[in-house]
């Protein structure tokens, strides 16, 4: 076998057993934030209205209301945070774009000195920077890695950020509310839903970062049941201090 060919070999093993989830994408984030708070939040809005012993109607309504309000609230500070730091790192490139058509050579020796700084030999790596700055959009490219820490062409969507804190959100926050719709009258069935849907969500997201999936899930049911707790007590406190 030749050297090239045992060099295609070994790429075509190390391509099949060395792929990267994709991490830029601007949905993981909010879609996880998303359906924790969604879950937590409304657990503790329900259980807080009940401990004041209120009906099972406004407990609904509560819930309900708490789905639609946060849901909302979730995607519109999702869609502005995002757009603005997409915004932001826009302005930075429009800056390093004038910056390479107005000094080039500037620019050729500020990517060689950073070669060169990370170990690069000083002639090589004065022979890499300019061989990468050739093309202006892949030098634009180079500089935007290596200086912002940027992926210009994989900047997180606004709209997808939004859209995923959305639903996740609504679907976190309608596990409370949902044994009541189905005509229950007590909380406890509500607080178990919960708090299975914070186990198996802390679960599912280990999936998706490689923890240990018992340790996130416990971790959420953890902190998912003290606020709830919390909450309960002090409605409990604030409707026997209001009655």
Known sequence: MSVIE???SLHAAHRDNHTHRDVNGGWLRP??????DGLVSNLALMTGVAGGSVDRHTIVITGLAGLAAGAFSMAAGEYTSVASQRELVQAELDVERRELRKHPKDELLELAALYESRGVEPELARQVAEQLSRDPE???????REELGVDPDDLPSP???AVSSFGSFALGAMLPVLPYLLGASAL???VLLALFGLFACGAVVARVTARSWWYSGLRQLALGGAAAGVTYALGTLFGTAVG
């Open 6 to 8: 045992t060099t295609a």
């Open 159 to 161: 709209t997808v950020a």
């Open 138 to 144: 892949q030098a634009l490219e180079i500089h935007a």
């Open 188 to 190: 406890w069935p509500a």
């Open 31 to 36: 879609a996880v934030f998303g359906a924790m």
